[in-house]
């Protein structure tokens, strides 16, 4: 394992996440409140499939809207 110079970790810090969208178009965010019982389900569900909550929030959306 490498350890980074701070100009490096810095430069790294700043691209962030990569888009979604592919490119440099962002991704938009959006922000929900769920009850804890459908957060647990959310969780466990994730860790099933090998997936990020996220991941199965976006596929859930495409299937619904």
């Given at each position: 394992?490498?350890?980074?110079?701070?100009?490096?970790?810095?430069?790294?810090?700043?691209?962030?996440?990569?888009?979604?969208?592919?490119?440099?178009?962002?991704?938009?965010?959006?922000?929900?409140?769920?009850?804890?019982?459908?957060?647990?389900?959310?969780?466990?569900?994730?860790?099933?499939?090998?997936?990020?909550?996220?991941?199965?929030?976006r596929e859930a959306l495409e299937r619904y809207v």
């Amino acid at each position: 394992m490498r350890n980074l110079d701070e100009e490096e970790g810095e430069r790294i810090a700043a691209r962030g996440r990569p888009s979604l969208s592919g490119g440099s178009a962002h991704s938009p965010q959006i922000g929900v409140r769920l009850s804890p019982d459908l957060h647990g389900r959310l969780r466990s569900r994730a860790e099933r499939e090998n997936k990020s909550p996220s991941e199965i929030v976006r596929e859930a959306l495409e299937r619904y809207v």
